[in-house]
Structures are given as C-alpha cells and as structure tokens.
C-alpha cells in the first residue's frame, strides 16, 4: 500500500535494508533481492522480482545464484513451467550465520600453520597466533550463541511444527 507522499513503504523498506547491507560489504543487487523476497508473502519469480525492483531478469540472476549458494534464497520449480520461484528459508539468519562456520576452523587451521612457519616467538608468530586465538573464540561464542537462539526462538513461538 502506498504511503501518503506516493511512495510505497514495503519498497522503502527494500532498499533502506539494502543500502544498510551493503555499506557492510554485501552485494547491492543481492540485497534487494534478498529484501524484495522477504517482503513476500509468497515465493517469487525472478521476472516477478525485477518487476517489483524495476530491474530486468537477467539483472536479478546473478543475485539470486549468490543468495541460492549461501543458502538465503531456495529454488523451487514452478510446476509445468521451466521457471523456477524463489523464496527465504526457515530461519536463515541462523543458517547464514550459525551453521556456516567452518570458515573459522579453516582460519584456525591455517592461522596456526602460519604460527609454526614464522615462530611462536617472533613478533610475526605472535600476531598470527593472536588472530587464531580470536578465531577459536568465535568459534565458541558461535556455537553458544546458536544455542541460546534456539532457546530464544522457541521461547518466542519463532519455531514451526516439526523444527527444532
């Protein structure tokens, strides 16, 4: 519904979230994608997503391959129909950043074969080995903070039938 000025809330909505999104280094594109299929109700088309963000198609593929691999938007066919329909996860706050960490463990893995190429002792090894240690503690306050989400959200009623 448009607002009074003529300018339509849900669309003002889209792009502030975007803006704020990428000025933390997402893609702009794939932010107003991922803001534009949250603010559905429904699933949509990538034709369906363009339309609401005046762009082609085309210019909404690439966002929806980014968004699809880390796992923000899902694919789903549209039946009898070589289109597919793109839609938000359960949860896919949790599942972006909760689930996904294993990037810590490569950091940690890596931090510390650098830890042991330059010498603990050095000044080089040990600014290594501080980064490590700051990525085993994300790594642990992850993990807690997973937990405590998962309290949180079925305290809230977030949780639908059959999840956990």
């Known amino acids: 519904m448009a607002a009074a000025d003529g300018h339509d809330p849900v669309h003002l909505f889209v792009e502030r979230m975007a803006l704020t999104f990428a000025e933390v280094g997402s893609p702009r594109m794939a932010a107003r994608v991922l803001f534009t299929v949250m603010s559905s109700d429904d ?3 990538a034709a369906e997503i363009g339309e609401r963000l005046g762009v082609s198609a085309a210019a909404v593929s690439g966002a929806v391959r980014y968004l699809t691999q880390f796992g923000m938007l899902i694919r789903e066919p549209v039946p009898r129909s070589r289109r597919d329909r793109y839609r938000m996860p359960d949860n896919p706050w ?38 490590r240690d700051f990525f085993l503690f994300v790594q642990e306050e992850i993990d807690s903070l997973g937990e405590r989400w998962r309290a949180r959200r079925a305290a809230t009623g977030h949780v639908r039938p059959g999840e956990a």
């Open 94 to 131: 949790y599942e972006a950043t909760i689930t996904k960490t294993g990037i810590y463990k490569t950091f940690i893995d890596v931090a510390e074969a650098g830890v042991a190429a330059l010498g603990a002792e050095t000044r080089a090894g040990e600014r290594v080995a501080e980064m």
């Open 43 to 45: 699933p949509l088309t």
